[in-house]
């Protein structure tokens, strides 16, 4: 039975066409008042805001300790509050409220950034008043001087990283190899990648004499949140009449002052391929290199490309020939670089071979149709409600616009199989750089059949 199913004619099955997508990308409308930025829509009687602060001029050995900053902006005192009665205020008032680092990375641009600090949070409607009361209290009031909370908060920060050393490898395979090609990769990497859990590492060595540098650094911080913000607001329109009518509760009335702003020529040391040890007996390994940016004509075709290479190519001989546990080509188009991936592979001398014959891939129409309706579901996933007005914004600050999206939407339904192989002329490992996380034994092997062997680094 099973082999006549197997003949069965899948004709009478509905089929999807290019001509059933529906035309033109999606619309998020930001409406701009002087820093206040809003964006209407459904959310019934909640509020979510979002304020962000241009992150200045930091030392350069100051830069992996910011995203601790954030972290612990909201788990501190303020307000003539402990971090206890913080805690029990934001329960009982507010529906969540965290503070992130956003790059900044002009799509025109992929190595100029300009990173800013953002803290947000929602509250129901008839909340509002303690939500941007306690937004207040942080650009106020922030108190960083219990050396107990710290220590405990590193403490805590330290187990959890530890714990997933090997569960989080491949995306540290990522973030050091992608960090050697462009600066806005270096900086994802000191904030959130291998090097924050080299700080955090460094850190846990003394959590008493950390936690005093820590106090003494954060509260010198503290003047990022004095500056003047952007405010951005995502509700319906009586929701936000109402804001105004209150004039936010005085969040944007604050004193503020202007600091330095931020280098976009920070530092950016070299990074070279290595192997890093860890207990695992299969690698986790990542190979990068710099590409065309999201301006470039070629990009919706590579973007393609790295779907076709990854389902034509790369799954066939790492993962089913291989005996990998699975395998990737990734394309970063509004940073400018590619990125090649195995993970739970039992090689690396054969899977980097397999990297450089990936851009020879075969394919066909029915290939190239299959990429297409991958990228346009990610192209028009929703966006949760009360994410509508931040990523607005932030598309704006990356200077990615309507049209520009749009374009590029309507370039992807529209891909020949010739786009494709120009595209794939943009894939060039000459300058890549490869990251690999394994135990030492599993490199002393690999490293005999390499050209040229991966310098192994223990932590």
Not at 26 to 49: D, H, M, R
Not at 195 to 211: G, N, P, V
Not at 344 to 363: G, H, M, S, V, W
Not at 380 to 393: E, L, M, Q
Request: hydrophobic letters at 35%; aromatic letters at 12%; a negative charge.
């Amino acid at each position: 039975y099973q082999e006549e199913v197997e003949k069965q004619s899948l004709d009478c099955l509905p089929n999807l066409e290019i001509e059933d997508i529906p035309e033109g990308a999606k619309k998020y409308p930001l409406n701009k008042e002087g820093s206040v930025f809003f964006s209407q829509i459904f959310t019934n009687q909640i509020i979510y805001a979002d304020l962000t602060f241009p992150l200045p001029e930091i030392k350069c050995e100051h830069l992996p300790y910011l995203s601790l900053f954030t972290s612990f902006l909201t788990e501190v005192s303020a307000g003539g509050r402990d971090w206890q009665e913080n805690l029990e205020h934001i329960n009982a008032h507010i529906g969540g409220i965290e503070a992130y680092i956003s790059l900044g990375t002009p799509v025109d641009n992929p190595d100029l950034v300009r990173p800013v600090l953002g803290i947000k949070g929602k509250a129901l409607h008839r909340y509002s008043k303690e939500l941007f009361g306690f937004f207040q209290d942080l650009m106020k009031t922030l108190d960083f001087s219990d050396k107990e909370r710290l220590v405990d908060l590193l403490k805590k920060q330290h187990i959890y990283l530890e714990s997933r050393l090997t569960k989080n490898a491949m995306r540290y395979a990522h973030s050091i190899a992608s960090s050697s090609v462009r600066k806005s990769a270096h900086l994802q990497d000191i904030f959130y990648g291998f090097t924050y859990f080299e700080m955090i590492k460094k850190l846990s060595k003394d959590f008493d004499k950390s936690a005093e540098m820590l106090i003494q650094l954060f509260n010198s911080w503290k003047e990022i949140l004095e500056q003047k913000p952007d405010l951005i607001i995502t509700c319906d329109e009586p929701e936000f009449k109402d804001l105004k009518e209150n004039n936010f509760y005085g969040v944007l009335d604050l004193p503020s002052k202007e600091l330095k702003s931020f280098d976009p020529n920070f530092y950016n040391e070299e990074v070279s391929s290595q192997a890093r040890t860890i207990a695992s007996p299969v690698a986790f390994t990542v190979t990068a290199f710099p590409c065309i940016g999201y301006t470039h004509e070629d990009a919706p075709a590579l973007l393609a490309a790295s779907h076709l290479m990854q389902n034509t190519f790369l799954h066939k001989e790492i993962r089913e020939k291989g005996g990998a546990y699975g395998s990737g080509a990734s394309y970063s188009q509004s940073k400018g670089y590619f990125t090649f991936s195995s993970y739970r592979d039992p090689n690396l001398a054969q899977t980097l071979e397999i990297f450089k014959k990936a851009k020879e891939c075969e394919f066909d129409e029915q290939d190239l149709f299959d990429a297409k309706l991958s990228i346009i579901q990610d192209l028009d996933t929703p966006i949760k409600p009360g994410s509508h007005g931040i990523t607005a914004y932030l598309w704006e600050r990356n200077r990615l616009t309507y049209e520009m999206r749009d374009t590029f939407r309507n370039k992807v339904l529209n891909l020949t199989i010739d786009d494709i192989k120009k595209a794939l002329k943009h894939i060039k490992l000459e300058n890549a750089t490869t990251v690999s996380f394994a135990d030492k034994s599993f490199f002393d092997r690999e490293n005999k059949l390499l050209p040229t062997p991966l310098p192994i680094k223990s932590f």
